[in-house]
C-alpha cells in the first residue's frame, strides 16, 4: 500500500516538473528574452599576428624596443609596470649604459624612506629598481599593464584592439536603448567588456611618437608594437622556455631509442631460440 502511495507522489512531482519546464520553455520561445546593447555591440579582438606566436615564436627585438617607447612615452603616464626592471631592458637588445640612462631619466622617481627620521622622499632610478607605480588622478584605475596580455581574453589582440577601436557610439545602439548612452567622461569602445571605458584615447594621431628605426608610425603601428611589448613583458623568458622544451623533447626521444636499442641487444640472443 505505502508503495502506491510513494509511486503517486513520486508521479505527481515529475508531472510537476515536466509541467513548468514546457510552461518556461514555451515563454521562452515566444518570447525570447531581449538582447542587451553589450550582447549585440560587444566584438571580438581583432586579428594580430606576432613574431612570438607558436612554438617556434621569437621576439622581434626591434618592434619591442618601438613598443617600449610607446609605453614610455604614452602609456607609463598612467600606467604601472610593477613586474618589470629597468635591468630586464637589457633582453630587448639595450646595453648597460643606455638602460643606466633609461633608468635615470624616467619621469616617475623611485619613493624613499628612512625608517629612523620618518622621511619619505624620491630618489632617481637605478637599473636595479622596478618601474615605479604611478600616480593617476583623472577617472578610472589604470591597472598594472605588466601581466595585461595573461589577464585578458585575446591578449595582445586585445590590447591591439582596444587601443585602436575607440569610435563614437553608433546611432542605431543609442536609438534601440537609449540607457546605454556612454557616461559623461567615459568613452565608447566596442572591444571593452562593458563598451564604456574610462581611459581616454591613448593613441590618437600618426606620429605621437617618432621612431629611431625609421618605421612609420601610424596608429595602428604604435598600438600593435605596444602590443607586442606587453606579450614581452608578462612573460620574458618566453623564448628560453620553448627553447628549452624543444631540448627536452629531443632528449626524451634520443633517450627512447637509445633504450630500445638496448632492449633489442640484451634479448638478441634470445629470442627465437628457445
Ligand atoms: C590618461 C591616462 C591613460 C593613458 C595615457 C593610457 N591609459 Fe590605459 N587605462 C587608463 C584607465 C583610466 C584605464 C581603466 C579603464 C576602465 O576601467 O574603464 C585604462 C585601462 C587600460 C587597459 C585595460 C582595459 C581592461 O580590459 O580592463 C589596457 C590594456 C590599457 N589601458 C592599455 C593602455 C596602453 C597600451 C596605453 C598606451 C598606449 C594606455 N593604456 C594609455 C588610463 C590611461
Same mark, same amino acid.
Given at each position: 500500500?505505502?508503495?502506491?502511495?510513494?509511486?503517486?507522489?513520486?508521479?505527481?512531482?515529475?508531472?510537476?516538473?515536466?509541467?513548468?519546464?514546457?510552461?518556461?520553455?514555451?515563454?521562452?520561445?515566444?518570447?525570447?528574452?531581449?538582447?542587451?546593447?553589450?550582447?549585440?555591440?560587444?566584438?571580438?579582438?581583432?586579428?594580430?599576428?606576432?613574431?612570438?606566436?607558436?612554438?617556434?615564436?621569437?621576439?622581434?627585438?626591434?618592434?619591442?624596443?618601438?613598443?617600449?617607447?610607446?609605453?614610455?612615452?604614452?602609456?607609463?603616464?598612467?600606467?604601472?609596470?610593477?613586474?618589470?626592471?629597468?635591468?630586464?631592458?637589457?633582453?630587448?637588445?639595450?646595453?648597460?649604459?643606455?638602460?643606466?640612462?633609461?633608468?635615470?631619466?624616467?619621469?616617475?622617481?623611485?619613493?624613499?624612506?628612512?625608517?629612523?627620521?620618518?622621511?619619505?622622499?624620491?630618489?632617481?632610478?637605478?637599473?636595479?629598481?622596478?618601474?615605479?607605480?604611478?600616480?593617476?588622478?583623472?577617472?578610472?584605475?589604470?591597472?598594472?599593464?605588466?601581466?595585461?596580455?595573461? @589577464?585578458?581574453?585575446?591578449?595582445?589582440?586585445?590590447?591591439? =584592439? #582596444?587601443?585602436?577601436?575607440? +569610435?563614437?557610439?553608433? &546611432?542605431? *545602439?543609442?536609438?534601440?536603448?537609449?540607457?546605454?548612452?556612454?557616461?559623461?567622461?567615459?568613452?565608447?569602445?566596442?572591444?571593452?567588456?562593458?563598451?564604456?571605458?574610462?581611459?581616454?584615447?591613448?593613441?590618437?594621431?600618426?606620429?605621437?611618437?617618432?621612431?629611431?628605426?625609421?618605421?612609420?608610425?601610424?596608429?595602428?603601428?604604435?598600438?600593435?608594437?605596444? @602590443?607586442?611589448?606587453?606579450?614581452?613583458?608578462?612573460?620574458? =623568458? #618566453?623564448?628560453?622556455?620553448? +627553447?628549452?622544451?624543444? &631540448?627536452? *623533447?629531443?632528449?626524451?626521444?634520443?633517450?627512447?631509442?637509445?633504450?630500445?636499442?638496448?632492449?633489442?641487444?640484451?634479448?638478441?640472443?634470445?629470442?627465437?631460440?628457445?
Amino acid at each position: 500500500m505505502i508503495r502506491i502511495f510513494a509511486i503517486l507522489a513520486g508521479l505527481f512531482f515529475a508531472a510537476g516538473l515536466a509541467w513548468s519546464f514546457l510552461l518556461g520553455a514555451s515563454s521562452y520561445i515566444s518570447e525570447p528574452p531581449a538582447k542587451t546593447a553589450v550582447e549585440e555591440y560587444h566584438q571580438h579582438p581583432k586579428e594580430l599576428q606576432l613574431a612570438s606566436d607558436g612554438a617556434f615564436g621569437r621576439f622581434d627585438n626591434e618592434q619591442l624596443q618601438r613598443g617600449f617607447q610607446v609605453y614610455k612615452e604614452v602609456c607609463s603616464n598612467c600606467h604601472s609596470l610593477r613586474y618589470l626592471a629597468f635591468r630586464d631592458l637589457k633582453d630587448l637588445g639595450y646595453n648597460d649604459d643606455e638602460v643606466k640612462a633609461i633608468a635615470a631619466q624616467w619621469s616617475t622617481k623611485q619613493p624613499t624612506f628612512d625608517p629612523k627620521t620618518g622621511d619619505k622622499g624620491e630618489r632617481p632610478n637605478v637599473p636595479a629598481d622596478h618601474f615605479p607605480l604611478v600616480y593617476y588622478a583623472g577617472q578610472g584605475t589604470p591597472p598594472d599593464l605588466s601581466l595585461i596580455t595573461k @589577464a585578458r581574453h585575446g591578449g595582445p589582440a586585445y590590447v591591439y =584592439s #582596444l587601443l585602436t577601436g575607440y +569610435q563614437d557610439q553608433p &546611432a542605431e *545602439l543609442l536609438k534601440r536603448f537609449p540607457d546605454a548612452k556612454v557616461p559623461e567622461g567615459l568613452h565608447y569602445n566596442p572591444y571593452f567588456a562593458s563598451l564604456a571605458i574610462a581611459m581616454p584615447p591613448p593613441l590618437t594621431a600618426d606620429g605621437q611618437v617618432s621612431y629611431g628605426d625609421g618605421t612609420k608610425a601610424t596608429r595602428d603601428q604604435m598600438a600593435k608594437d605596444v @602590443a607586442a611589448f606587453l606579450v614581452w613583458t608578462a612573460e620574458p =623568458s #618566453l623564448e628560453k622556455r620553448r +627553447q628549452l622544451g624543444w &631540448a627536452v *623533447l629531443g632528449f626524451l626521444i634520443f633517450a627512447t631509442v637509445l633504450t630500445y636499442m638496448a632492449y633489442q641487444n640484451v634479448w638478441a640472443g634470445k629470442k627465437g631460440n628457445h
